[in-house]
C-alpha cells in the first residue's frame, strides 16, 4: 500500500476560519437604500461566533438542527451562512419569493427549528405562520420589523442582536466535523409538484468554492469586490459569498434594493468587480444605463471586470448591449439548484477571432473537469458530442446532487426520476454539447416557466384551469419575453355551448395562484396538440406561437 495525502476534511468551518483572520480586512458592505453599511470579514467572524453560540445556549440548537433563513443578501445572512454549517448544524434558506403555501411547505418538510429574519419579511413570515409545524420553535428578526406581527407565534421571539450582544467572539468551530454531512439545504421548484430539497454538504461546498475561485469562473481574488444579484436564497447566491471569504474577495451586498436604479447607483459608489444575476436585473440594469432616470451625468461602472449572467439563456443582444454601450463584459453560465449551481460558464479558447469569440460566448458554455456530461436520446440512448444532435443533459459530479432531501418522516434515500440507475442527474434540459465541450441549450424536457429567474409551474396552471367546468382542456407553456425571458402562454379548449370568456378565465385563476404568475397571453384552441403517448406536445405549441400561428389575446400588462 502507498501512503498518499492527508485525508483532511473539507468545511465551511475552514472557509471561516480562513477568511475571519487570513482576510480580516476584507469587507462585506451592505446597501442600505441609501448607502453603504461596512464590517470586515474579523468582524464577520466575532459575530458569527456570538450567533453560534447564541444558537447553541439559548435557542438549543444541536447539529441535528435545522436553521432557516428568510432573508435578502446582507452581513447579518451572511453570518448565518458561515455560523450555522460551522457550529454541524444545516442552514435552509428560504426563498421568499415562493407562495405562502409553497414556503410553509418547505418549512415544514425541513423541519426547521429556527427561522432568522429580516424585520423586512416579517409581514410574509406573519402571513404563514397559522400553517407552520410545532417543530419551529425559535424567530429571530435581523433589522427593524414590526415584532406585533409575531402576537400569534407559540414559539420565542427573539431580537438578533440582542441575542448575540454579549457572548464570546471565539467559537471552537467544528473543523474536524465529517465534510460530508449536510450543510445547507436549499429547494427547488423547477420541478412538477412540490419543491424538492437539495442538500449541499460540507465537501461538496467546498469543492464548489475553489471552482467559483478557480480562473475558469469568476477568479475572485483580494482585488475583487462581488456583488451577488442573485439571491442568497437562490442556490447560495451561486457560491459567491462563500467563496469570497475563501478567497479575500470583498461583498456588496444589495440587501431588497434589487431595482435598475438602486443597483446602478451601488455600482457607481462602491465599484464592485464581479456580478452575477438573472436576465431579467441585467436587462433592467441596461435600461438604467442606457437612460438614467434620476440624473444627468453616466453612471461609472467601469469598474465591473465580468459580469455573470445565468439561471435563464441570455439573449445576445442584451450582451453585445453591455459591451458594446458600456464597455461591460456579460459571461454566460448555466447550473441549477441541484447543481450547487455551477454548471457551465462561457468562457471561449485562446486564439478566436471575434466572431469566433462570440459564437462561444453565447452558447451555455463548457463544463469544468469536475463536472461530466452526456446526453440521452428520446429512447435512452447516448447522442454523440457533435454540436448538432440533441439530447437531455444529464451531469454529474462532486458538487452535483445524487438524491433529494427526504426529510421528516421519509426515506432520505427516496430515488426519483430525476437521478438515472447509474448516478447521473438527468437535468431536463436538452441541448447538444461541441466536441470541445461547450452546452447548446434548445429546449427543455420539464413542464415549468422562468420568469424573472422564478419557476412557474405550467402544470399547476393547467390543473386549476381545467378545474373550471366550462374548460375540457388547458395547456400552459413558456413563451419568450423580453422583460422576463419567458412567461405563460394559456391555450385553453373550451366545452361545446361554454359562456366563459378570457378574461373570465383569467379572472378564475387569479384568485388561485399567485399575481405575478397569471398569464398574459391567451389563445382559444380547437385542440391541444397531443405526443404520441397523449401527453400534451408543448414544443408544437411554442412552434406555433413563435409562427404566429396562434390567434393570442393579450390580458393584464405585458
Ligand atoms: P434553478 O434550479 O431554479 O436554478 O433552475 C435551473 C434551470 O434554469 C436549468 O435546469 C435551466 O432550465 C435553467 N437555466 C439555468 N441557466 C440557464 C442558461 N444559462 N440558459 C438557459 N437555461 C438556464
Not at 462532486?398 to 427526504?406: D, K, N
Request: charged share 20%; glycine share 10%; with cysteine.
Amino acid at each position: 500500500m502507498f501512503s498518499t495525502m492527508q485525508d483532511v476534511p473539507l468545511t465551511v468551518a475552514r472557509i471561516l476560519a480562513h477568511g475571519s483572520t487570513v482576510h480580516g480586512r476584507a469587507t462585506v458592505t451592505t446597501w442600505d437604500g441609501t448607502g453603504p453599511v461596512t464590517r470586515t470579514y474579523a468582524e464577520l467572524g466575532a459575530r458569527a461566533a456570538q450567533l453560534a453560540y447564541a444558537l447553541r445556549d439559548e435557542l438549543g440548537v444541536t447539529p441535528e438542527h435545522v436553521v432557516g433563513t428568510l432573508m435578502w443578501n446582507n452581513a447579518d445572512h451572511m453570518e448565518a451562512y458561515l455560523a450555522v454549517p460551522a457550529m454541524g448544524s444545516v442552514l435552509h434558506t428560504l426563498n421568499l419569493r415562493l407562495a405562502p403555501a409553497q414556503l410553509a411547505y418547505i418549512v415544514n418538510h425541513a423541519a426547521d427549528h429556527a427561522i432568522i429574519v429580516n424585520g423586512s419579511v416579517l409581514p410574509l413570515l406573519a402571513g404563514v405562520l397559522p400553517q407552520l409545524a410545532p417543530t419551529l420553535k425559535h424567530i429571530v428578526v435581523s433589522g427593524p420589523g414590526d415584532l406585533s406581527l409575531l402576537a400569534g407565534f407559540a414559539g420565542t421571539v427573539h431580537e438578533y442582536e440582542q441575542l448575540i450582544a454579549g457572548r464570546p467572539t471565539e467559537y471552537p468551530w467544528e473543523e474536524e466535523i465529517d465534510e460530508r454531512r449536510p450543510a445547507m439545504i436549499c429547494y427547488t421548484s423547477g420541478t412538477t409538484g412540490d419543491p424538492k430539497g437539495v442538500v449541499y454538504s460540507h465537501r461538496s461546498i467546498y469543492l464548489h468554492c475553489l471552482q467559483v475561485n478557480s480562473a475558469a469562473t469568476f477568479a475572485l481574488t483580494p482585488q475583487d469586490t462581488a456583488l451577488p444579484v442573485v439571491p442568497m436564497f437562490h442556490v447560495g447566491a451561486w457560491g459567491i459569498p462563500h467563496a469570497a471569504f475563501m478567497s479575500g474577495a470583498n461583498l456588496l451586498m444589495p440587501d431588497r434594493f434589487l431595482q435598475p436604479q438602486p443597483l446602478a447607483t451601488m455600482i457607481d459608489l462602491v465599484k464592485p468587480t464581479v456580478s452575477g444575476a438573472v436576465p431579467t436585473i441585467w436587462n433592467g440594469l441596461l435600461d438604467e444605463l442606457d437612460h438614467p432616470t434620476a440624473r444627468e451625468t453616466p453612471y461609472d461602472t467601469s469598474s465591473l471586470r465580468m459580469v455573470v449572467i445565468g439561471g435563464s439563456a441570455c439573449p445576445p443582444a442584451l450582451m453585445r448591449g453591455f459591451e458594446e454601450r458600456h464597455g461591460i463584459r456579460l459571461v454566460h453560465a448555466w447550473g441549477m439548484t441541484e447543481t450547487s449551481p455551477l454548471g457551465t460558464f462561457a468562457l471561449p479558447p485562446a486564439g478566436l477571432s471575434a466572431d469566433e469569440e462570440w459564437a462561444y460566448r453565447v452558447t451555455q458554455g463548457v463544463f469544468p473537469a469536475s463536472v461530466e456530461a452526456r446526453l440521452t436520446g428520446p429512447g435512452g440512448e447516448r447522442m454523440p458530442h457533435d454540436g448538432v444532435s440533441a439530447g437531455e443533459l444529464e451531469v454529474r459530479g462532486p458538487w452535483i446532487a445524487g438524491a433529494y432531501y427526504g426529510g421528516a418522516g421519509q426515506d432520505p434515500e427516496r430515488p426519483e426520476d430525476k437521478f438515472s440507475e447509474d448516478g447521473w442527474l438527468r437535468t431536463g434540459d436538452v441541448g447538444t454539447i461541441t466536441p470541445d465541450g461547450f452546452l447548446t441549450l434548445t429546449d427543455r424536457a420539464k413542464d415549468v416557466i422562468k420568469s424573472g429567474g422564478e419557476w412557474i409551474s405550467s402544470v399547476e396552471l393547467e390543473n386549476h384551469l381545467m378545474a373550471h367546468q366550462e374548460v375540457l382542456e388547458a395547456a400552459v407553456v413558456a413563451v419568450p419575453d423580453e422583460k422576463w425571458g419567458e412567461r405563460p402562454l394559456a391555450a385553453v379548449v373550451l366545452r361545446p355551448g361554454a359562456t366563459v370568456d378570457l378574461p373570465g378565465l383569467r379572472a378564475f385563476l387569479a384568485g388561485r395562484v399567485a399575481s405575478w404568475q397569471l398569464p398574459e397571453r391567451w389563445s382559444l384552441v380547437a385542440a391541444v396538440p397531443k405526443t404520441s403517448v397523449g401527453k400534451f406536445d408543448k414544443k408544437v405549441i411554442r412552434a406555433e406561437y413563435a409562427a404566429g400561428l396562434l390567434d393570442v389575446t393579450v390580458l393584464g400588462k405585458e
